[in-house]
């Protein structure tokens, strides 16, 4: 089974810290994405990556940035934590070719998620 | 216009009708067609995906494509209780995908 974690489940920080939210996945998948999920909002793509040092802006990049050293880790830091950046962040994974068991290529497999409050 | 727009919620089915839930997209070089289903206080996970027009079914769930109207359903089958959850259309094309804001279903026993 595919496993996504998140370093946290829940986190509070004060406006202008900055935050880092990791996420590991452990089958070798290339592509990462962090999302924001606000209600009525949907989920929103914020940054992608397709291979490591590699990274693409999503569709509401500002305010974040993101690293990935090796392919395993997807970090999401807030450079200064604002409260509109209170939030769900999820992280996902997917593999580009054709998936194991069937599932096809694209399936994204999310982490548990962290739920941040910037105060 | 959103380029994913799903059916407004939220929706309400009694225990054993079947539920309809629409989604519509914008972008005619969509490949892959996903639904996930986020129970509330988790995380979304796969439970259907359809890339060629028709229907495909798993069991109670049934996924309806078609690419001309660019439309993606889902039927539930014999709605339980525990199918009452938000579900979410994702379309995917060159590695990425773009999900609708998703539909709230309760399935009231």
């Known amino acids: 089974d595919v496993k996504v974690t998140q370093s946290s489940r829940y986190l509070v920080k004060r406006t202008g810290e900055k935050v880092f939210l990791e996420c590991v996945q452990d089958?070798?998948?290339?592509?990462m994405f962090w999302y924001r999920q606000d209600p009525g909002l949907g989920l929103r793509l914020i940054y992608f990556s397709y291979d490591v040092k590699m990274k693409e802006k999503g569709d509401i990049p500002e305010g974040y940035s993101v690293s990935r050293e090796k392919k395993e880790r997807f970090s999401l830091i807030l450079e200064s934590a604002s409260t509109n950046q209170t939030s769900m962040y999820l992280c996902?994974?997917?593999?580009?070719?054709?998936?194991?068991?069937?599932?096809?290529?694209?399936?994204?497999?999310f982490g548990p998620g962290t739920r941040l409050l910037v105060l | 216009q959103k380029e994913v727009e799903q059916n407004s919620g939220p929706l309400s089915v009694p225990e054993g009708a079947i539920a309809s839930l629409n989604c519509t997209y914008s972008d005619r070089g969509s490949q892959s067609f996903f639904w996930y289903r986020q129970y509330s206080g988790k995380s979304p996970e796969l439970i259907m995906f359809?890339?060629?027009?028709g229907d495909k079914e798993d069991g109670r769930f049934t996924a309806q494509l078609n690419k001309a109207s660019q439309y993606v359903s889902l039927l539930i089958r014999d709605s339980q209780p525990s199918d009452s959850a938000t579900y979410l259309c994702a379309v995917s094309g060159a590695g990425k995908s773009t999900f609708g804001d998703g539909t709230t279903l309760t399935v009231k026993p």
């Open positions: 996902a994974s997917s593999f580009p070719r054709q998936g194991t068991a069937g599932t096809p290529q694209e399936t994204q497999y």
């Open positions: 359809i890339y060629s027009n």
């Open positions: 089958m070798d998948h290339e592509n």
